[in-house]
Protein backbone atom coordinates (compact mmCIF):
# COMPACT_ATOMS: atom_id res chain seq x y z
CA UNK A 1 0.00 0.00 0.00
CA UNK A 2 1.17 3.17 -0.78
CA UNK A 3 0.29 6.20 1.55
CA UNK A 4 1.93 9.85 1.20
CA UNK A 5 1.55 13.73 2.31
CA UNK A 6 -0.05 15.49 -0.51
CA UNK A 7 -0.42 19.26 -1.44
CA UNK A 8 -3.58 20.28 -3.83
CA UNK A 9 -3.29 23.63 -5.27
CA UNK A 10 -6.23 25.38 -4.99
CA UNK A 11 -7.26 29.45 -5.93
CA UNK A 12 -6.59 30.85 -2.05
CA UNK A 13 -3.46 28.55 -1.58
CA UNK A 14 -2.53 24.77 -1.19
CA UNK A 15 -4.84 22.13 1.11
CA UNK A 16 -2.20 19.35 2.64
CA UNK A 17 -3.91 15.69 2.16
CA UNK A 18 -2.96 12.00 2.44
CA UNK A 19 -3.27 10.60 -0.72
CA UNK A 20 -3.32 6.06 -0.02
CA UNK A 21 -3.55 3.79 -2.88
CA UNK A 22 -3.66 -0.40 -1.82
CA UNK A 23 -1.64 -2.41 -3.86
CA UNK A 24 -4.85 -3.84 -5.46
CA UNK A 25 -7.49 -0.45 -6.40
CA UNK A 26 -10.88 -0.23 -8.22
CA UNK A 27 -11.15 3.42 -7.44
CA UNK A 28 -10.21 6.26 -5.13
CA UNK A 29 -12.03 8.57 -3.03
CA UNK A 30 -11.79 11.56 -1.88
CA UNK A 31 -12.76 12.53 1.85
CA UNK A 32 -13.40 15.79 2.28
CA UNK A 33 -14.52 18.03 5.36
CA UNK A 34 -14.21 21.48 6.80
CA UNK A 35 -13.30 20.79 10.06
CA UNK A 36 -9.66 21.97 9.93
CA UNK A 37 -8.90 18.59 11.86
CA UNK A 38 -10.33 16.07 9.51
CA UNK A 39 -6.51 14.66 8.17
CA UNK A 40 -5.92 13.91 11.74
CA UNK A 41 -9.19 12.40 13.44
CA UNK A 42 -9.76 8.68 14.36
CA UNK A 43 -13.03 8.79 12.32
CA UNK A 44 -11.54 9.67 9.00
CA UNK A 45 -8.63 7.38 9.50
CA UNK A 46 -11.23 4.60 10.40
CA UNK A 47 -13.58 5.10 7.72
CA UNK A 48 -10.20 5.24 5.25
CA UNK A 49 -9.13 1.68 7.05
CA UNK A 50 -12.55 0.42 5.83
CA UNK A 51 -12.25 1.77 2.20
CA UNK A 52 -8.44 0.17 2.03
CA UNK A 53 -9.70 -3.10 2.56
CA UNK A 54 -12.51 -2.67 0.11
CA UNK A 55 -9.54 -2.39 -2.54
CA UNK A 56 -10.61 1.80 -2.20
CA UNK A 57 -8.26 3.96 -2.39
CA UNK A 58 -8.56 7.77 -0.29
CA UNK A 59 -7.73 11.32 -0.70
CA UNK A 60 -8.09 12.56 2.73
CA UNK A 61 -8.44 15.99 2.94
CA UNK A 62 -8.98 18.81 5.03
CA UNK A 63 -11.04 22.24 2.93
CA UNK A 64 -10.55 24.37 5.31
CA UNK A 65 -7.74 25.31 7.37
CA UNK A 66 -8.10 25.21 11.36
CA UNK A 67 -7.76 29.01 11.53
CA UNK A 68 -10.39 29.52 9.21
CA UNK A 69 -12.90 26.55 10.33
CA UNK A 70 -12.35 28.35 13.63
CA UNK A 71 -13.34 31.12 11.91
CA UNK A 72 -16.31 29.97 10.24
CA UNK A 73 -17.80 28.75 13.15
CA UNK A 74 -17.30 32.09 14.43
CA UNK A 75 -18.96 33.74 11.68
CA UNK A 76 -22.69 32.18 12.42
CA UNK A 77 -23.05 31.90 8.51
CA UNK A 78 -23.62 28.04 6.55
CA UNK A 79 -20.32 26.03 8.01
CA UNK A 80 -18.02 26.05 5.39
CA UNK A 81 -19.37 28.40 3.42
CA UNK A 82 -20.66 26.28 0.18
CA UNK A 83 -19.22 28.08 -2.68
CA UNK A 84 -14.75 28.07 -1.02
CA UNK A 85 -16.14 24.42 -0.31
CA UNK A 86 -17.11 23.79 -3.69
CA UNK A 87 -13.98 25.36 -4.86
CA UNK A 88 -11.57 23.68 -3.20
CA UNK A 89 -13.66 20.29 -3.54
CA UNK A 90 -13.05 20.89 -7.65
CA UNK A 91 -9.33 21.97 -7.19
CA UNK A 92 -8.99 18.50 -5.64
CA UNK A 93 -10.92 16.38 -7.70
CA UNK A 94 -8.68 18.01 -10.63
CA UNK A 95 -5.48 17.09 -8.98
CA UNK A 96 -6.74 13.81 -8.16
CA UNK A 97 -7.50 12.96 -11.26
CA UNK A 98 -4.56 14.21 -12.79
CA UNK A 99 -2.51 11.52 -10.55
CA UNK A 100 -4.65 8.69 -11.03
CA UNK A 101 -5.91 9.20 -14.45
CA UNK A 102 -6.94 5.42 -15.05
CA UNK A 103 -9.06 4.94 -11.93
CA UNK A 104 -12.87 6.21 -11.15
CA UNK A 105 -12.82 9.08 -8.90
CA UNK A 106 -15.58 9.21 -6.00
CA UNK A 107 -16.42 12.00 -3.21
CA UNK A 108 -17.30 11.60 0.51
CA UNK A 109 -18.38 15.00 2.21
CA UNK A 110 -20.75 15.58 5.33
CA UNK A 111 -23.15 17.56 6.59
CA UNK A 112 -22.37 21.51 4.45
CA UNK A 113 -19.61 19.67 2.42
CA UNK A 114 -22.49 17.59 1.25
CA UNK A 115 -23.90 20.17 -1.30
CA UNK A 116 -19.90 20.97 -2.21
CA UNK A 117 -19.88 17.35 -2.91
CA UNK A 118 -22.45 17.74 -5.36
CA UNK A 119 -21.50 21.04 -6.67
CA UNK A 120 -18.38 19.52 -7.67
CA UNK A 121 -19.73 16.86 -9.36
CA UNK A 122 -22.33 18.61 -11.62
CA UNK A 123 -19.18 20.93 -12.00
CA UNK A 124 -16.80 18.08 -13.23
CA UNK A 125 -19.00 15.44 -14.77
CA UNK A 126 -16.38 13.66 -16.64
CA UNK A 127 -14.37 13.01 -13.20
CA UNK A 128 -16.07 12.30 -10.55
CA UNK A 129 -17.51 8.94 -10.92
CA UNK A 130 -20.02 8.99 -7.66
CA UNK A 131 -21.15 11.08 -4.33
CA UNK A 132 -21.70 9.75 -0.98
CA UNK A 133 -22.86 12.15 1.67
CA UNK A 134 -23.63 11.04 5.05
CA UNK A 135 -25.77 13.24 7.15
CA UNK A 136 -25.03 16.45 4.82
CA UNK A 137 -27.22 18.78 3.43
CA UNK A 138 -27.46 18.37 -0.17
CA UNK A 139 -30.54 20.73 -0.51
CA UNK A 140 -27.87 24.11 -0.15
CA UNK A 141 -26.37 22.40 -3.26
CA UNK A 142 -29.44 24.49 -4.72
CA UNK A 143 -31.68 23.04 -7.78
CA UNK A 144 -29.34 24.38 -10.64
CA UNK A 145 -26.72 21.57 -8.92
CA UNK A 146 -29.06 18.78 -8.62
CA UNK A 147 -30.47 19.26 -11.55
CA UNK A 148 -27.46 18.96 -13.59
CA UNK A 149 -25.52 15.98 -11.65
CA UNK A 150 -24.51 13.03 -13.86
CA UNK A 151 -22.72 10.75 -11.06
CA UNK A 152 -24.94 8.38 -8.81
CA UNK A 153 -25.46 9.45 -5.31
CA UNK A 154 -26.00 7.47 -1.86
CA UNK A 155 -27.04 9.36 0.82
CA UNK A 156 -27.13 8.22 3.88
CA UNK A 157 -29.21 9.46 7.17
CA UNK A 158 -29.81 8.92 11.08
CA UNK A 159 -33.39 7.60 11.43
CA UNK A 160 -34.07 10.04 14.32
CA UNK A 161 -32.36 12.85 12.62
CA UNK A 162 -36.11 13.77 11.35
CA UNK A 163 -35.59 17.01 9.42
CA UNK A 164 -31.88 16.59 8.00
CA UNK A 165 -33.73 12.82 6.92
CA UNK A 166 -36.50 15.56 5.21
CA UNK A 167 -33.95 17.58 3.41
CA UNK A 168 -32.51 14.47 2.16
CA UNK A 169 -36.15 12.59 1.18
CA UNK A 170 -36.53 16.27 -1.08
CA UNK A 171 -33.36 16.25 -2.45
CA UNK A 172 -33.17 12.52 -3.80
CA UNK A 173 -36.98 12.92 -5.14
CA UNK A 174 -35.47 16.19 -7.40
CA UNK A 175 -32.14 14.22 -8.28
CA UNK A 176 -32.18 13.24 -12.57
CA UNK A 177 -29.13 10.09 -11.55
CA UNK A 178 -29.41 7.18 -9.76
CA UNK A 179 -29.63 8.16 -6.18
CA UNK A 180 -30.71 5.84 -2.69
CA UNK A 181 -31.39 7.19 0.31
CA UNK A 182 -30.21 4.68 3.12
CA UNK A 183 -31.65 5.22 6.56
CA UNK A 184 -29.27 4.12 9.76
CA UNK A 185 -31.98 3.03 12.21
CA UNK A 186 -32.07 4.79 15.76
CA UNK A 187 -29.33 7.21 14.86
CA UNK A 188 -29.05 11.06 15.35
CA UNK A 189 -27.53 13.62 13.65
CA UNK A 190 -23.86 12.73 13.41
CA UNK A 191 -24.50 8.98 13.66
CA UNK A 192 -22.77 8.99 16.67
CA UNK A 193 -24.40 5.53 18.67
CA UNK A 194 -22.70 2.93 18.88
CA UNK A 195 -22.15 1.36 15.38
CA UNK A 196 -23.83 4.10 13.75
CA UNK A 197 -20.21 5.00 12.11
CA UNK A 198 -19.15 1.33 11.11
CA UNK A 199 -22.59 0.95 9.35
CA UNK A 200 -22.00 4.22 7.35
CA UNK A 201 -18.24 3.27 6.33
CA UNK A 202 -19.18 -0.33 5.15
CA UNK A 203 -22.61 1.00 3.01
CA UNK A 204 -19.55 3.87 1.80
CA UNK A 205 -17.10 0.97 0.78
CA UNK A 206 -20.04 -1.19 -0.74
CA UNK A 207 -20.87 1.98 -2.35
CA UNK A 208 -17.46 3.10 -3.72
CA UNK A 209 -16.40 -0.61 -4.73
CA UNK A 210 -18.94 -0.26 -7.12
CA UNK A 211 -18.14 3.00 -8.51
CA UNK A 212 -22.10 3.97 -7.61
CA UNK A 213 -23.57 0.80 -9.18
CA UNK A 214 -23.43 -1.47 -6.31
CA UNK A 215 -27.22 -2.26 -4.77
CA UNK A 216 -27.17 -1.73 -1.31
Known amino acids: MLSQIVTVPSGEGALIGELTVPDTVFGVTVLAHGSGTYLRSPHSRALAGTLHNSAVGTLVIDLLSPDEAVADRATGGPRGEVDLL ?3 LIASVDWLAAHVSD ?3 GLFCASTGAAAALGAAAARPGLVDTVVCPDG ?3 LAGDEVIGH ?7 MVGGRDTEVLRLNREA ?14 DATHLCEE ?7 ASLAARWFAGMGQAQI
Open 86 to 88: TRR
Open 103 to 105: LPV
Open 137 to 139: RPD
Open 149 to 155: LHAPVLL
Open 172 to 185: ANRMRVLSRLRVIP
Open 194 to 200: PGALDEV
